[in-house]
């Protein structure tokens, strides 16, 4: 059984800074290609950084030189540390792992973590 779970999402005051957690269990996380993902009230989900497989990362405008993503594939664990945080970064996050060869093909989410910026 394939699961993705967040962790590390909380209350904090703009300026400050969180550590998001996803450890994934069930897939051979070395060759998934990890992403975050966040969805504010009534707005759509949207791509907040990606890391590949092989260690490539790209980010969302929003959150370059805030955020950072990284991964361990020892403990099966892809990060998100987010600095500088704003008003604005308040949303549910969620991990996304993904893959798609010749044989294997697998999309999963995690349940997601709330984070909250507010004074």
């Known amino acids: 059984q394939v699961q993705l779970v967040e962790s590390g999402g909380g209350l904090v005051q703009p300026g400050g800074s969180l550590r998001l957690s996803c450890a994934a269990s069930?897939?051979?996380?070395?060759?998934?290609?990890m992403d975050w993902y966040r969805q504010a009230p009534g707005k759509q989900r949207e791509l907040v950084a990606t890391i590949s497989s092989g260690g490539s990362t790209n980010y969302a405008d929003s959150v370059k030189g805030r955020f950072t993503i990284s991964r361990d594939n020892a403990k099966n664990t892809v990060y998100l540390q987010m600095n500088s945080l704003k008003p604005e970064d308040t949303a549910v996050y969620y991990c996304h792992g993904h893959i798609r060869t010749i044989v294997i093909v697998g999309d999963y989410w995690g349940q997601g973590t709330q984070v909250t910026v507010s004074s």
């Open positions: 069930g897939i051979i996380f070395r060759m998934y290609d």
